[in-house]
């Protein structure tokens, strides 16, 4: 069974920083592209960044050059870099492996 946990939200003002970290259990990671997605209250879940086994990333554009998005296929994990966050980033981030599995998702909350 794979396993998602996400790690890493938590609350910080406008212009902060988060580090959302990713583990995943299953070796298809090193195969598999992984996502991050978010969803706020009330709105759909919405695709954030992702990166393919080789490296290769794509970004949402409301990231506007924030947040950067890396792997380790050694030890299982997919990172992403948040930084001058925004209120407008306020939501629950969820790590993906393939669109296929997701964890629990962690909350980023920006307020002042």
């Known amino acids: 069974q794979v396993q998602i946990v996400e790690s890493g939200g938590g609350s910080v003002q406008p212009g902060g920083s988060l580090k959302l970290s990713c583990t995943v259990s299953?070796?298809?990671?090193?195969?598999?592209?992984m996502y991050w997605y978010r969803q706020s209250p009330g709105k759909e879940r919405e695709r954030v960044a992702q990166?393919?086994?080789?490296?290769?990333?794509w970004y949402a554009g409301f990231v506007e050059g924030r947040f950067s998005i890396s792997r380790d296929n050694g030890a299982m994990m997919v990172w992403l870099q948040m930084n001058n966050l925004r209120p407008e980033d306020t939501a629950v981030y969820y790590c993906?492996?393939?669109?296929?599995?997701w964890g629990q998702g962690t909350q980023v909350t920006v307020s002042s």
């Open positions: 993906s492996l393939a669109q296929a599995y």
């Open positions: 299953d070796a298809s990671f090193r195969i598999s592209t």
């Open positions: 990166i393919s086994s080789g490296n290769n990333k």
